[in-house]
């Protein structure tokens, strides 16, 4: 079975990683549980393996914290849920290109409990929203939105890292970044679309979409 816990408050960022890092070594000893953690952080930028220094805006902003999760600098702060999802990636078939596949299903099926449809973009990490209400890009494509990141890190084919979904982040503060190094497109929230999405709603739709794509991993 895989366990789910919520954390209470803010969780600190390498107080997070410190744990997240001894939970796939336990799981991959065969000496504990898959988890899903859904905590939310302080206000803080991670810079990922990819991530180019010219693209860390305004250093002094936030803290920032060197990650080895795939992908380039993102933002975690309060209105922001952050899925870690510690799975062993071995007994799944061994297809990190499905797991990805799969993390990026999840999310979207999630957002669909809200109406939403999330899309994926070649060459664009994470799930996407359109605003056709938006004036077109400099290139004339329509505009959309950022809504989740996703990054991950395998160690002995265990996952760790994970999702982040904005439910009701302060979009200013991804102002000190280029997200994902994209600036063609900007970033949105659950409460910016104007749905009233409480944090505890999109825990229960995380859950119930996680179900559908995931189930349980198949014995060894």
């Known amino acids: 079975m895989v366990e789910w816990r919520i954390?209470?408050?803010?969780?600190?960022?390498?107080?997070?990683v410190a744990f997240m890092e001894a939970r796939a070594e336990a799981i991959a000893a065969g000496e504990a549980e898959e988890l899903v953690w859904l905590v939310e952080h302080p206000p803080l930028y991670t810079a990922g393996t990819s991530a180019r220094r010219e693209d860390l805006k305004d250093a002094d902003r936030f803290p920032v914290y060197e990650s080895k999760r795939g992908g380039q600098?993102?933002?975690?702060g309060p209105g922001q849920r952050v899925a870690y999802t510690m799975l062993d990636v071995g007994r799944r078939g061994r297809d990190v290109r499905r797991f990805v596949a799969d993390l990026e299903a999840w999310v979207i099926g999630a957002l669909g409990e809200f109406g939403l449809t999330g899309h994926i973009r070649e060459g664009r990490v994470g799930v996407w929203i359109e605003r056709p209400e938006k004036p077109r890009t400099v290139?004339?494509?329509l505009a959309e939105d950022k809504i989740a990141a996703i990054g991950i890190r395998l160690r002995r084919w265990v996952s760790f890292h994970g999702v982040s979904i904005n439910v009701e982040p302060d979009l200013s503060h991804f102002d000190g970044i280029v997200p994902c190094g994209i600036t063609e497109y900007g970033v949105t929230s659950l409460v910016d679309l104007g749905l009233p999405v409480t944090m505890d709603d999109v825990d229960v739709a995380l859950r119930r979409s996680f179900d559908a794509v995931f189930g349980d991993a198949p014995p060894d």
């Open 139 to 141: 290139t004339g494509a």
């Open 7 to 16: 954390a209470d408050g803010l969780t600190g960022y390498a107080e997070a």
């Open 73 to 76: 600098y993102t933002y975690h």
